[in-house]
């Protein structure tokens, strides 16, 4: 399956040379946030109607993986991008700090449980790059057992997309001064505080190994049939109409059908009762 | 929990009786389209923030139930009420032919792996009343045994209830007129014949049998903590704002609270990188 490349990860992946902001379109033009913000509505209006063909093809399997800084937006951008989409074929599973029975299985067990059926949209806020990330930059296993991972996840993705699941990757790219306004006005807005944790400023005291983390394990799990996106994050609308976009070329390459009709309906007459 | 009556179940349901049309507000006063419309629109924004609410604070559990007959817009209306919804804290089960291995469980066994986790909405597209309504119709199973599955579910749904599981089920009422126009006129659409199943007429042939058993099912299983309510759905646009509004209300009425912060986080300052 050929992907566009837009956005696509390089080969070699360089995180602080990769814009933050964007404000880019495919063909590299300036695009202003009202103009980005059309395009979002019209790809939206798009995505309902080609997840509406997915749904009744019931033929493709769909996975999205978000993966980010804390603050990046993976909330926001899941519910302006699949919120919209008929809640029926559209699941979202947050994978959190293991529970005592997921870690007495391998590290890809409660994840394999998680994905997609046929003719599905199944969003990861979080997933098996957390044990290539958080599990790396605090050692929570030894390095010979995580350096194994990589080649663990290349093989269960590859499964995946051979028996018939296109992936997604999307690592929201912020800045560490984006992040910083934003934990500021979490702690100012009386509606949102109760999301800080102190403990996130320890974790962004790790920002430059956690981007390390992210460098190495995008460049060992970045393919063809499991590509990775790296999205301009600093702004919420480009971050929307980048997503939206990627989203809607992706489905529309698969060329999606509605599924034929019974034979002999010419004839059935609906009858009154 | 004392629950708003509109719309709710009478003590004996006499489904023949009960208006398929609708067009009346709460106070039993004549409502236009446009009025209906613009009134969904503002439940649609106040249920955004409640759902917010009701994830963050992390408490109550919510469990809607959707039964009706084929065309009545179960579909439909999850989209239209809960798709606008953040797809992170709505989860949509449908329940299909059992199979193979669920029919050897008993019939609730399914169904209760798929009950709301706290501070979720959890939509049952069809549900185990379909275990004392195709079941009943067709005989699948014989009379003494489906006959003892009305206890069950009281017993299930009072079990679900007291650990804290809010629950509203709905039954979308439509008239035999108004299925037979919706055949026809999927029977016309190229994009929606693939939908119809020749099949799907002799199930109308047994609309009365249904309705019997739809009027069985919800007197024995009408309660305060897990109400029946019966919706006019010939009108699609009435259809939607009854159930926003319903949904507002009940979900109003949790009075959800956003969850404290931390202490200390006066002094904190989030610092340069």
Known sequence: MPYPEWLQAPKKVDLSKISTRGEKDPNGKKISREKAEAKHAENIAALEELQFKLSAESKHKILIVFQAMDTAGKDGAIRKVFGPLNPQGVR???FKKPTEKELSHDYLWRVHQHTPETGHIQIFNRSHYEDVLVVRVHNLVPEEQWKKRYEHIRNFEKLLADE???????MLHISPEEQKERLEKRLQDPERVWKFRKGDLDERKL???YQEAYEVAIEETHKDHAPWYIIPADKKWYR?????????????RLDLKWPLAEEGLDEVVVEDL
């Open 207 to 209: 920002w430059a190994k």
């Open 240 to 252: 929307n109409y980048v997503l939206s976009t990627i989203m809607r070329e992706h489905l529309e």
């Open 92 to 94: 979202v599973h947050s």
């Open 164 to 170: 018939g699941t296109m992936i997604m990757k999307f």
